[in-house]
Nanobody, 123 residues
Framework: QVQLVESGGGLVQAGGSLRLSCVAS????????MGWYRQAPGEQRELVAV????????YADSVKGRFTISGDNAAKNTVYLQMSSLKPEDTAVYYC????????????????WGRGTQVTVTS
């Protein structure tokens, strides 16, 4: 069973920084993409940033220039989200996602989500 576990959320003042981490586990052979989504109260979940196996990235316009997604070159199963110049509107639960993971035995897990980590930015 593939699992994604997030960490690193917390409370920070506007202008501050946080780094989120997401670790995938479960006899993994290949991860297609790993990314971050967020959901604020009363809002729909939205894409924040995504990293694919080739190293390409994609960001929401609202976070470009402030957030950076990166992977662990050694572990290959960890993704980070460095968040800088945080704004109150960045307050949300941040979820880690992978669209496709291949595991030992040939099974593919699709659209996997972590449980989320709360980020709160105060003004």
């Amino acid at each position: 069973q593939v699992q994604l576990v997030e960490s690193g959320g917390g409370l920070v003042q506007a202008g501050g920084s946080l780094r989120l981490s997401c670790v995938a586990s479960g006899n993994i052979l290949y991860i297609n993409t790993m990314g971050w989504y967020r959901q604020a109260p009363g809002e729909q979940r939205e894409l924040v940033a995504v990293l694919n196996a080739a190293g390409s990235t994609n960001y929401a316009d609202s976070v470009k220039g402030r957030f950076t997604i990166s992977g662990d070159n050694a572990a290959k199963n960890t993704v980070y989200l460095q968040m800088s110049s945080l704004k109150p509107e960045d307050t949300a639960v941040y979820y880690c996602n992978s669209d496709r993971v291949r595991v030992v035995g040939g099974y593919q897990a699709l659209d996997i989500w972590g449980r989320g980590t709360q980020v709160t930015v105060t003004s």
